[in-house]
């Protein structure tokens, strides 16, 4: 049976410390102070990092010094003489290491449990039990990132890799391919770590886009997970079975179908029954319920996911703080969305509302400081898409014309992808210039006429 207080190692990792300081700069990163069962050998590990890091032996005099009158409560330099003699060499350091953090790790889960325990006596119903918890089994279970910190050579190298990969690939996709060729063409592609915004008014078809996206990246067999806070996923299912099927949606919530409508509606469920993709419909959801429901799809697929999508952003909940306003908890959320993207190596897409301002305005085609509660979404976004359909607002557009316009981007140009917004079917398409159509200057769009 494993000791959840395993003192032998505790103290043979402080000792190996003694016998080679060197190792501390190893540990460092994934030992803390508290991982540490023991207060006294809390205090002696503390003391030891802030010698090492002044350039001071570590040893039992100077450690002693360190601690002034908490001397005693750690033993003494007794004790710590003791540990000094414990162990002849510190090659066994790592084996240490491991039991000292798996143990830290199993007692975090364990309190995590009996606390989820105390909550199934209380009157809280199961969703609010599972929401108390999740975030601290999620911050259990997490691995440290043992790959954090790396040199100039190590990181040139795989840029290197990256740049080699580009170069002898067959195409100008390096990334995951939206399925959207000319916005592929722009982006290269999404990449893991990166956070997406794509903003638009009501109407404009963010959902739909978001879907489209979706769908094609987890038809490449990638593991796609949705979280949708405004549309039941019953809704969104429902779209991507019109897109699939070639179906009117309207047709689909008035029950005017043919038979031929039922029978592509069923190829299209049955071409889904294998699709790596997950919808969670839950309102107001944090962002430590999006970690821990990643975590549990990355252990089902063994495997990071290839987009994560979140609809829509506004919507979260954030952990509320005295005195913040709704712009702040809004910028918080923005930044631990990046911080999933990077944990989880996956590009999130998170959709945006855009402020009514946009509304007032003669020119209607959106711009980054049109982004609502932005905060710190456009600092820390890698990309920023904004659609627009001109045809929303003035008769003499092409109804079926929509703007894909990039106004950030850190792997590449800005710029437009000009696609065919279907809203019957529920899809966007390449915009293809025939008979019926005819691109309009952008100056027609505005009034100018």
Not at 246 to 262: E, M
Not at 284 to 292: G, K, L, W
Not at 412 to 433: C, K
Request: net charge negative.
């Amino acid at each position: 049976m494993r000791s959840l207080i395993p003192i032998e190692a505790e103290q043979g990792l402080l000792a190996s410390t003694f016998f080679d300081q060197s190792i501390l700069d190893k540990i460092t990163g994934e030992i803390l102070p508290r991982d540490f069962v023991h207060e006294s050998h809390r205090k002696i590990y503390r003391a030891a990092i802030h010698l090492h890091s002044e350039g001071a032996g570590v040893n039992p005099f100077n450690i002693a010094t360190r601690l002034g009158a908490e001397l005693n409560s750690v033993g003494g330099l007794e004790y710590l003489q003791k540990l000094d003699i414990q162990i002849a060499t510190g090659r066994d350091f790592e084996f240490f290491a491991k039991q000292v953090s798996e143990a830290s790790r199993l007692r975090n889960l364990r309190a995590t449990l009996e606390k989820a325990s105390t909550h199934i006596d209380s009157e809280m119903s199961v969703d609010e039990i599972l929401r108390a918890v999740s975030g601290d089994v999620f911050k259990v279970c997490a691995s440290k990132d043992e790959s954090a910190l790396k040199t100039l050579h190590e990181v040139a190298e795989e840029a290197f890799d990256a740049i080699r990969a580009a170069y002898e690939g067959s195409g100008d996709v390096t990334g995951t391919s939206s399925g959207i060729a000319d916005l592929d063409h722009k982006t290269t592609g999404f990449y893991p770590g990166d956070l997406l915004i794509l903003a638009g008014r009501p109407g404009m078809g963010k959902t739909t886009l978001a879907l489209n996206i979706a769908r094609n990246i987890a038809d490449q067999g990638k593991p796609v997970v949705m979280f949708s806070l405004e549309m039941p996923g019953e809704q969104l299912a429902a779209k991507l079975l019109c897109d699939r099927a070639g179906v009117d949606v309207s047709s689909t919530r008035s029950g005017n179908l043919k038979t031929r409508d039922i029978e592509r509606l069923v190829f299209a469920r049955d071409q889904m029954k294998d699709t790596p993709f997950w919808i969670y419909d839950r309102p107001n959801v944090t962002t430590s319920e999006i970690q821990a429901i990643l975590r549990q799809i990355e252990i089902v697929t063994g495997r990071p996911p290839g987009l994560i999508v979140i609809d829509y952003l506004q919507l979260m909940s954030g952990d509320k703080r005295r005195g913040q306003s709704r712009e702040q908890e809004v910028s918080q959320i923005s930044r631990e969305l990046k911080i999933i993207a990077r944990r989880s190596e996956a590009p999130v897409l998170a959709l945006s509302q855009l402020n009514r301002g946009v509304e007032q305005r003669q020119d209607k085609r959106p711009m980054m400081s049109d982004l609502r509660e932005s905060g710190a979404i456009e600092q820390d976004a890698d990309a920023v898409m904004m659609v627009f359909r001109p045809g929303y607002y003035e008769t003499e557009a092409p109804q079926d014309l929509a703007e894909l316009i990039i106004s950030k981007q850190r792997r590449g140009p800005t710029g437009t992808v000009l696609l065919r917004f279907d809203g019957a079917q529920s899809r966007f398409e390449p915009w293809i210039e025939d008979s019926h159509h005819h691109f309009i200057n952008r100056s027609e769009f505005h009034g100018n006429h």
